[in-house]
């Protein structure tokens, strides 16, 4: 287990250690939350490194991650515990004792439960993923769960972490998330990268791509990020994409290119009729355009 980071700049380094290039603010922020114990809550576009961060900050500082998958419908047996009733059942025709069939033996341990129990690598990286999917019975449980760090397991008691887990919350804002849970969070908009950065991480995680071929693939997606698209890529799919041509081995974008692996950008047909083609063609003469004036 590695020690908290000290400092802002700290932050920056441990981030950088596991390939996440994150901005200052990004920075600032983990560093406050890491230091207060406040959770994190991250909105932004799908695929831009909200999740990422939650499993970056657990690798890097050596704890577990445990991570809750929100959905719509989803409720306390599915987020904290729920009762083993085949093994109850089992062990009550064996002539247990009803007292018996309530201990920890017989309980399934979810992720909330898990976060708030203690680790031998210290408090985990608990990450509530895509909250925007459930729904406000579930948010004010949370909410409570949260104040606390402490959930209630009625056959058993009250059960409180030692010490508060490391929380991140992720939004994709298809709905808004009310403002009383926002409130116990630290808040930050995970916006889409600019180039430099993009191409900062793009050297970070893909390596192997060349720096010409990154600088065409990073322009293209900009590009596409200010056409009118039904889902604009994230960051995720600029990474996707930039494997695959380096599994092609490809030195340079053309249309046809873009036309056999536009699958790792965009996920909608009629986005990829949208792109594919002449008005491929016509970015790739922009970029090269803007690429010449540079020089």
Request: aromatic share 6%.
């Amino acid at each position: 287990m590695q020690k908290l980071p000290n400092s802002i700049d700290e932050t920056l380094t441990l981030l950088a250690s596991e390939g996440y290039v994150a901005d200052r603010p990004m920075a600032t922020l983990t560093y406050l939350s890491l230091t207060l114990n406040r959770p994190i809550f991250l909105e932004g576009e799908a695929g831009v490194g909200k999740t990422e961060l939650a499993k970056v900050i657990a690798k890097g500082l050596g704890r577990e991650l445990i991570r809750l998958q929100c959905y719509e419908g989803l409720d306390t047996a599915s987020s904290v515990y729920e009762w083993n009733f085949a093994a109850q059942m089992l062990a009550m025709r064996n002539g247990a004792e009803d007292a018996d069939i309530y201990s920890e033996k017989y309980l399934i341990k979810r992720a909330l439960l898990q976060a708030v129990e203690a680790h031998d690598s210290g408090p985990p990286v608990l990450l509530i993923d895509e909250i925007d999917r459930t729904d406000a019975p579930f948010e004010a449980f949370l909410l409570e769960a949260l104040s606390d760090f402490q959930v209630t397991v009625p056959e058993l008691g009250v059960i409180k972490a030692p010490q508060p887990p490391i929380v991140i919350l992720t939004s994709n804002r298809t709905r808004e998330v009310h403002d009383a849970l926002k409130r116990r969070c630290l808040y930050h908009w995970v916006d889409y990268p600019d180039f430099d950065r993009e191409m900062e991480i793009l050297a970070a995680r893909v390596p192997e791509a060349k720096d010409a071929l990154s600088r065409e693939l990073v322009a293209f997606i900009h590009k596409l990020r200010a056409e009118d698209l039904f889902k604009r890529p994230g960051l995720a799919e600029t990474l996707d994409w930039a494997k695959c041509l380096v599994a092609l081995d490809v030195v340079a974008l053309s249309p046809d290119v873009i036309t056999d692996t536009i699958g790792a950008v965009l996920k909608y047909q009629d986005d990829i009729a949208k792109i594919t083609g002449g008005p491929a063609a016509r970015i790739l003469d922009q970029i090269k355009q803007d690429m010449q004036t540079l020089q």
